[in-house]
């Protein structure tokens, strides 16, 4: 049973257009954070949230947290072919151990 | 700072081999993950430590082994090798200020069983 589902899986899209990818969960969870890896590369964390309702900006990167913290989204303005890369959200437990969704495959094409 | 250092980049071994992967940070971080990353799915935790002398099994730690006897260096260790093991694996060292910690991850070691 994955514990963080993210949609959609993959994504193409052309540079300039908006996305939105989504990681859900059928549990509460305290934060959450979201990550960027390029291929070869281990991933990168971009933001953690940790209030529900929460929503924080990164450049064109919109990140929010779902008022009853079980859910978040990613948006992009404006894509760019530097955006490319696997997108993963990530929840961490009391303990400090991580759990990670399947990932957003993003690519944009110039 | 060199940030999280892993070595081999690539390995190669047959079914049955052992093989420990190298894991080395500069940060003065306390805790550290081992992570494994199959072809388009997430990171999976084999192992994790929360300081030196302390170690703890993740989601996936079956087949693995793992010790932690300084602050810095964090191996994983492959005793027997099998097929399900291919995988790329990954490091990582964590900063905890007021329990929101941010994980550094190293470049990864591409490890593949025949």
């Known amino acids: 049973t994955q514990l963080l589902e993210q949609s959609p899986q993959f994504l193409s899209i052309q540079e300039g257009e908006n996305l939105t990818v989504y990681c859900n969960s059928s549990?509460?969870?305290?934060?959450l954070q979201w990550y960027r890896q390029e291929p070869g590369e281990g991933p990168v964390l971009l933001v953690t949230?940790?209030?529900?309702?929460e929503v924080k900006k990164l450049k064109r990167l919109t990140f929010q947290f779902g008022d009853a913290r079980k859910d978040s989204s990613l948006h992009i303005t404006a894509a760019q072919p530097g955006d490319t890369g696997l997108y993963l959200c990530?929840?961490?437990?009391?303990?400090?151990?991580?759990?990670f969704g399947t990932g957003t495959s993003l690519t944009v094409i110039p | 700072n060199a940030g999280v250092t892993q070595t081999p980049k690539f390995r190669i071994l047959k079914i049955g081999q052992s093989m420990t992967l190298q894991c080395t940070q500069d940060?003065?971080?306390?805790?550290m993950y081992w992570y494994r990353q199959d072809p388009g799915m997430g990171l999976k935790l084999i192992y994790y430590?929360?300081?030196?002398?302390?170690?703890d099994k993740g989601e996936v730690p079956n087949g693995y082994n793992v010790s932690r006897s300084t602050t810095e260096d964090f191996p994983l260790r492959l005793e027997l090798a099998a097929p399900s093991q291919t995988s790329v694996y990954f490091c990582?060292?964590?900063?905890?200020?007021?329990?929101?910690?941010?994980?550094?991850f190293g470049p990864g070691t591409r490890l593949t069983v025949l």
């Open positions: 990530a929840l961490m437990n009391t303990g400090n151990q991580f759990y």
């Open positions: 430590s929360v300081g030196a002398g302390i170690t």
């Open positions: 949230v940790v209030t529900g309702g």
């Open positions: 940060m003065n971080h306390n805790y």
């Open positions: 549990s509460v969870f305290s934060s």
């Open positions: 990582a060292s964590s900063y905890c200020p007021r329990e929101l910690c941010e994980q550094f």
